[in-house]
Antibody, heavy 121, light 107 residues
Framework: QITLKESGPTLVKPTQTLTLTCTIS??????????VGWIRQPPGKAPEWLAL???????RYSPSLKTRLTITKDSSKNQVVLTMTNMDPVDTATYFC?????????????WGQGTLVTVSS | DIQMTQSPSSLSASVGDRVTITCRAS??????LNWYQQKPGKAPNLLIY???NLQSGVPSRFSGSGSGTDFTLTISSLQPEDFATYYC?????????FGPGTKVDIK
């Protein structure tokens, strides 16, 4: 059974750096074709894809946020970490991590429960 | 970047109704189109991947079709648990954009 769980601060101040951790179980980050993505969703709005890291450490970022994002993985710890610099109140959202299965279409078939991050001074 | 649109943005329907939601991409995405259902306070749940493939565990009343730029999600007989918001997502190229959503509520 694949599970993912996000963890990190619930409140950050403007200009601070956000660090979120996704802890996975039920699959390996070393399996050929597997990936983990981060998606956020501001209150009342549609999801927004942020970043994706593949089993081979290939990384993809949303172009609009690329300068602020870093995604890394630690296969031995079963964790994927997302950092976002220079946080702003508009970054207030629920942040999800999700499993990308071994399939050409890159969909997300399992999601974490999400963690709400509020940006406020 | 590929832009996704959905129509309608919301609809009211009754239990047992056939419901169709449309998603359009700003350029051809072949069959790299997925559908998710989301209920309040929950993560999106994958329904359909690669345009027409039913995700394991999803009821067969859900179906997807289309290719290129135009796609459809159909619920053949709406059930009480289907009242939710539905999002399409293209995975043809990054950024992996989601549509704005279609909210299905009770008539």
């Amino acid at each position: 059974q694949i599970t993912l769980k996000e963890s990190g601060p619930t409140l950050v101040k403007p200009t601070q750096t956000l660090t979120l951790t996704c802890t996975i179980s039920g699959f390996s980050l070393s399996t050929n074709g597997v990936g983990v993505g981060w998606i956020r969703q501001p209150p009342g709005k549609a999801p927004e894809w942020l970043a994706l890291i593949y089993w081979d450490d290939d990384r993809r970022y949303s172009p609009s946020l690329k300068t602020r994002l870093t995604i890394t993985k630690d296969s031995s710890k079963n964790q994927v970490v997302l950092t976002m610099t220079n946080m702003d109140p508009v970054d207030t959202a629920t942040y999800f991590c999700a499993h990308r299965p071994v399939h050409y279409s890159s969909h997300f078939d399992q999601w974490g429960q999400g963690t709400l991050v509020t940006v406020s001074s | 970047d590929i832009q996704m649109t959905q129509s309608p943005s919301s609809l009211s329907a009754s239990v047992g109704d056939r419901v169709t939601i449309t998603c359009r991409a700003s350029q051809s995405i072949s069959d790299y189109l997925n559908w998710y259902q989301q209920k309040p306070g929950k993560a999106p749940n994958l329904l359909i991947y690669a345009a027409s493939n039913l995700q394991s565990g999803v009821p067969s009343r859900f179906s997807g079709s289309g290719s290129g730029t135009d796609f459809t999600l159909t619920i053949s007989s709406l059930q009480p648990e289907d009242f939710a918001t539905y999002y399409c997502q293209q995975t043809y190229s990054t950024p992996l954009a989601f549509g704005p959503g279609t909210k299905v509520d009770i008539k």
